[in-house]
């Protein structure tokens, strides 16, 4: 401990102050540490301005400083549970302002200082306990969700399979080893709330890291004696006499298999289909032709002629890492994406910020909670239609238009020396219509380099030789890359489901998928979904929180079944109807539901079923538990009077 006193001045560097300061206040007792005058005012382009001068930062340190020392030295940890009145000046104070009421209970809930959240499974009493034993659910997935879905089955009591198609779990951070590929939300978010992690290398950690923690959170639960790996789920078949759900597997050696579960949970995320691009000639290329999430590690890019089609988010992270090795780099645009500035994108995690995450009490629970705030509702107003609007289809609202300016000027400094590259990078369509990506400034540095070349001109077609645009350039290629998404619109499209009288779930859909609560679906008694029909987010928090408000959802369903004695529930049709009405009607008001703007939030009809467009606040209110209400509960034959 000696050592660590010695370098407190140099780990305080590191600090988020105002997280700090509300950790001191559990760590002391006394709640002086979240004094007015140390209140932060935020800049929320500039990550590290917290709007107090350098002395009055240096007066936070020095008090901070000596809290640890005393701490250090052996003074008990003073105030594990603040009051209410407390707690609440402690969240205004980090958040840097008063937060609306109605949000207090929902952000006590995510801080879980005791331990304890609404999303622990409650399955105590005797009784529920003994109906959990007797149900058994599969889960589809052993990725983020999947992973989840397990841990609180288990706490729940409840048996439970996982089945995946991959030989490991991590889903996407199994499947996408392209170059280059990270997460791009913070990872102290992106990251189970009950399992924080604090020694994440960088803000936003790559593939092989984000692996590595869903790996080792998989061994600490115990989950891989419940997972079939190399395993694919092939049709589900509801069985109204039995109430159980038939699942037809196939294993890597090519058996079937047919297991019966009570309930079934899918836990295949949304961005797990490659699409390619309806281009004529697509098979006729004689080089190697990959997409993107399927990178051919075993073709050597070194010294190649590379096309890469798509400048998605995944092209924005590749193209950066492949352009310096290969010979000559085309980059085929169709639109441009939207950068947001984030200079810390590839910055390593400072030591000090490590050291206080793992050794100061609650500093980390008000870190993620500083992170979780500031996206919770921060950005929302800037992506906000305004029905008065009548600037241009640039932009749907004067914050939006704000913004937009502040990242064009962002973009138009970094190609000062390029001016020829400047229509062809900046989007003509609002910020929020389609996904964005974070702007560390290396994906226009690689744009620039002599050996890259942007081509914005319509591809017609694909040759043996290469690529052919509209003007009639063939660009001949070694290797064609393609960074074209994924099919989001076409939910569990691998998947036969046949739910109530032999209904077909994706017949009913009509390729035009929704669900209560992106979760249940009429007809389909005791199917579940993770990330499913609206429940991405754009610019407000991480996947991670949906997940878990779903899996706490789902566990509160199975739950009602054990305290109703009920067999099977489906969502009442009017109630899936009333709410789906809701939700399209609320994304029109956003910059994604824009009548100027195509993307794949999106499907074929041009409905938005990809978005929540609410705030995460309402998602967390509306899964806190089911309502019996919105249900039909199906009582088992001998229980019907």
């Given amino acids: ?77 003073q105030l594990r549970e603040p009051d209410g009145a407390t707690l609440r000046r402690m969240i205004d104070f980090v958040a840097g302002a008063p937060i609306p009421e109605g949000y207090a209970d929902f952000l006590t809930d995510e801080l879980a200082l005791a331990g304890k959240s609404t999303k622990d499974p409650q399955f105590e009493q005797p009784r529920l306990k003994e109906a959990a034993r007797k149900l058994k659910v599969l889960v589809i997935g052993a990725g983020m969700s999947g992973i989840l879905t397990g841990i609180r089955l288990s706490q729940a ?16 951070w199994f499947e996408n ?41 998989a061994e600490k639960y115990g989950l891989r004696q419940h997972i079939r790996f190399e395993t694919f789920v092939e ?86 890492e492949i352009a310096p090795e290969v010979a000559s780099l085309k980059v085929f645009q169709r639109t441009p994406p939207w950068g947001l500035p984030a200079p810390h994108y590839h910055e390593n995690v ?7 995450l793992e050794h100061v009490p609650y500093y980390d629970k008000w870190y993620r909670f500083w992170l979780f705030w500031m996206v919770t509702d921060g950005f929302l107003p800037m992506v906000k239609a305004d029905p008065t609007w009548n600037g241009g289809p640039a932009a749907v609202g004067p914050e939006n238009a704000m913004l937009r300016e502040m990242c064009v000027q962002s973009i138009m400094a970094q190609v000062a020396d390029r001016p020829d590259l400047l229509p062809k990078v900046v989007p003509d369509y609002p910020i929020g219509g389609k996904r964005a990506v974070l702007d ?46 994924f099919q989001a619109s076409n939910f569990l499209s691998f998947l036969k489901v046949k739910g109530r009288g032999g209904r077909d779930l994706h017949e009913s859909w009509g390729g035009d998928a929704r669900a209560y609560l992106g979760i249940t679906n009429p007809g389909f008694p005791n199917l579940f979904m993770i990330y499913g029909p609206n429940t991405n987010i754009v610019v407000n928090g991480s996947i991670v929180f949906f997940s878990e408000c779903a899996v706490r959802y789902i566990v509160g369903c199975l739950k009602l079944l054990a305290e109703t004695g009920a067999r099977a529930l489906e969502p009442k049709r009017e109630v899936h109807d ?11 008001g956003w910059a994604w539901g824009s009548p100027h703007v195509s993307s794949w939030y999106k499907n074929a009809f041009g409905r938005v079923s990809q978005n929540w467009p609410f705030g995460l606040i309402d998602y967390w209110r509306a899964t806190l538990a089911p309502n019996p209400d919105d249900y039909v509960l199906e009582k088992a034959p001998e229980a019907v009077a």
Wanted: charged share 25%.
């Fill in 350 to 356: 400072p030591e000090g910020m490590k050291w206080l």
């Fill in 177 to 217: 080893t392209y170059p280059g590929c990270r997460v791009d939300n913070s990872n102290h978010m992106y990251s189970y709330s009950f399992e924080p992690n604090h020694f994440w290398p960088q803000h936003f950690s790559t593939q092989p890291v984000l692996l590595s923690y869903f790996r080792g959170i």
């Fill in 1 to 77: 401990m000696a050592e660590q006193r010695a370098d407190l001045d140099e780990i305080l560097k590191d600090a988020h102050l105002p997280s700090l300061m509300a950790a001191l206040v559990h760590m002391t007792g006394d709640p002086g540490f979240i004094r007015p005058e140390w209140a932060p005012t935020y800049n929320p382009m500039e990550r590290e301005d917290i709007g107090l001068s350098s002395e009055t930062q240096a007066e936070m340190r020095s008090e901070a400083k000596a809290a640890i020392q005393a701490f250090l030295d052996g003074r008990p940890l």
């Fill in 440 to 485: 560390n400034g290396v994906w226009l540095a690689a744009l620039k380099r002599p050996n890259v070349d942007l081509i914005t001109d319509r591809i017609v077609r694909i040759t043996p030789k290469g690529v052919v645009t509209a003007d009639g350039a063939e660009h001949e290629v070694d290797v064609i890359i393609y960074g074209t998404g």
């Fill in 235 to 320: 049709q589900l078949t509801w069985d109204e006499a039995k109430a159980v759900w038939r699942v037809e597997m196939r294993g890597k050696d090519g058996q079937r298999e047919v297991v019966e579960a009570n309930a079934v949970v899918t836990a295949v995320g949304q961005l797990n289909r490659p699409r390619f691009p309806d281009i004529e000639g697509m098979g006729s290329f004689e080089g190697p032709a990959f997409h993107s999430a399927e990178w051919r590690h075993d073709v050597d890019l070194k010294g190649k002629r590379v096309a890469v089609i798509g400048t998605g988010a995944s092209a924005y992270q590749f193209v950066p």
């Fill in 157 to 172: 009591g409840v048996p439970f399979e996982i089945v995946d198609k991959n030989p490991d779990v991590g889903g996407t």
């Fill in 578 to 588: 009333a709410f789906n009405a809701r939700v399209d009607e609320a994304n029109k």
